[in-house]
T-cell receptor, first 112, second 115 residues
Framework: SQQGEEDPQALSIQEGENATMNCSYK?????LQWYRQNSGRGLVHLIL?????REKHSGRLRVTLDTSKKSSSLLITASRAADTASYFC????????????FGEGTQLTVNP | EAGVVQSPRYKIIEKKQPVAFWCNPI?????LYWYRQNLGQGPELLIR????????DSQLPKDRFSAERLKGVDSTLKIQPAELGDSAVYLC?????????????FGSGTRLTVV
């Protein structure tokens, strides 16, 4: 079963705008990760945030984690057409035995 | 570095036929995963290997699916016989350590169509 739930399911924005995707999960975690998947390709690891961290940055990406609300957000600033992809959150649960559990993803479309 | 290599990229078979997928993980990565991804959904774990040992296969449909990882390197996932519902993308991933404290590296997947 899926642990994470992404919101929204689909997001369409113009180039240069910011994109925010949210993820909620159900059980306690060790860490939460975000992945990108271009159409017909495998997933690419973007960023990992540990359960004792609240915010992390990597280039144009900003991830926040609120363990009290069991939620995370991924912000992509100054989006580009090349950012068009599906974005998945994945959780490494405390009791899942090193099993990453993925949500169903957000389909982001950045229009040029 | 080639990354995680999977073959074939695409496979079309008739139902009840057998099929096998192959994965070569990143050199030095002890942990190998097979995931299945249905259209429009996130990947779901089928099996996880630590070296040559399958340490988490609770979600592998063992009546028709089997996997092996010889010598703790390459891995093969087999379905016999295939059913229409097995149509999906089968993803292989590897990681450096047993805990998911580092990101996984995924291959490009094998898209299976059962007709």
């Amino acid at each position: 079963s899926q642990q994470g739930e992404e919101d929204p399911q689909a997001l369409s924005i113009q180039e240069g705008e910011n994109a925010t995707m949210n993820c909620s999960y159900k059980t306690s975690i060790n860490n939460l990760q975000w992945y990108r998947q271009n159409s017909g390709r495998g997933l690419v690891h973007l960023i990992l945030i540990r359960s004792n961290e609240r915010e992390k940055h990597s280039g144009r990406l900003r991830v926040t984690l609120d363990t009290s609300k069991k939620s995370s957000s991924l912000l992509i600033t100054a989006s580009r057409a090349a950012d068009t992809a599906s974005y998945f959150c994945a959780t490494d649960g405390e009791t899942s035995g090193s099993r990453l559990t993925f949500g169903e993803g957000t389909q982001l479309t950045v229009n040029p | 570095e080639a990354g995680v290599v999977q073959s074939p990229r695409y496979k079309i078979i008739e139902k009840k036929q057998p099929v096998a997928f192959w994965c070569n993980p990143i050199s030095g990565h002890n942990t190998l995963y097979w995931y299945r991804q249905n259209l429009g959904q996130g990947p779901e774990l089928l099996i996880r290997y630590e070296n040559e040992e399958a340490v988490d296969d609770s979600q592998l449909p063992k009546d028709r699916f089997s996997a092996e990882r010889l010598k703790g390197v390459d891995s093969t996932l087999k379905i016999q016989p295939a059913e229409l519902g097995d149509s999906a993308v089968y993803l292989c991933a590897s990681s450096l350590t047993t805990r998911a404290n580092y990101g996984y590296t995924f291959g490009s997947g094998t898209r299976l169509t059962v007709v």
